[in-house]
């Protein structure tokens, strides 16, 4: 059964600083993981996916980056900004499921 | 185009009462996902359904719960005889095929208060 876990699973970091987020998962046999922001209050919007093939996806200041063999993924926020406080989950859809598994989720605040 | 809908917003009940939350899809989208989220926990995974074939209700807590998916796009989720440990989010999603691909996109959830 995949497990995901998430670290820290609070950050508070000052407006401007670069911050890597991480997400480890237990089954390397993903077809895919993926990055989400929730907002309070609000449903998950998708940030990134990274397919099992690729090694990272890069969408303006986001990186995401994957590791199946040592069952890690981080994403990295450059230049963060009070914009970015929100909480970052990541899931991972193993092979033979279509039904992902997600982390808990990091509680991201970027003060000014 | 339009996202993933969900509705109402908000739903306060009495324990004991039955309660129905409705999902609207993005349009053409064939997978659509049940979750659950309580306060302070992970996304709990409740049910899928992908085209016609048959749902996985492998996520489903108990017999309370039920969801259909009528003409392949509007789902409803009902929970019967409400206990107060259902309160919690409900979030839909809905991806292109639920292949391997695809994208998960998010409704806005439903908060359920159970009192």
């Known amino acids: 059964k995949q497990e995901v876990t998430q670290i820290p699973a609070a950050l508070s970091v000052p407006e401007g600083e670069n911050l890597v987020l991480n997400c480890s998962f237990t089954?390397?046999?993903?077809?895919?993981l993926q990055w989400f922001r929730q907002d309070p209050g609000k449903g998950l919007t998708s940030l990134l996916l990274?397919?099992?093939?690729?090694r990272e996806q890069t969408s303006g200041r986001l990186n995401a980056s994957l590791d199946k063999s040592s069952g890690r993924s981080t994403l990295y926020i450059a230049a963060s900004q009070p914009g970015d406080s929100a909480t970052y989950l990541c899931?991972?859809?193993?092979?033979?499921?279509?039904?992902?598994?997600f982390g808990r989720g990091t509680s991201l605040i970027v003060h000014p | 185009g339009a996202g993933v809908s969900q509705s109402p917003s908000n739903k306060v009940t009495e324990k004991g009462k039955d309660v129905e939350l409705r999902c609207d899809p993005i349009?053409?989208?064939?997978?659509l996902y049940w979750y659950r989220q309580s306060l302070g926990q992970g996304l709990e995974f409740l049910i899928y359904?992908?085209?016609?074939?048959?749902?996985?209700k492998s996520g489903l807590p108990s017999d309370r719960f039920s969801a259909e998916r009528t003409g392949g796009s509007v789902s409803t989720l009902t929970i019967q005889r409400t206990q107060q440990e259902d309160s919690a989010v409900y979030l839909c999603?809905?991806?292109?095929?639920?292949?391997?691909?695809?994208?998960?996109?998010f409704g806005p959830g439903t908060r359920l208060t159970v009192l």
């Open positions: 990274i397919q099992s093939s690729q």
């Open positions: 089954d390397s046999a993903i077809y895919n």
């Open positions: 999603a809905s991806s292109l095929a639920g292949g391997s691909g695809d994208t998960q996109y």
């Open positions: 359904f992908q085209g016609n074939s048959a749902p996985d």
């Open positions: 349009s053409g989208h064939t997978a």
């Open positions: 899931a991972a859809k193993s092979g033979g499921s279509y039904i992902p598994t």
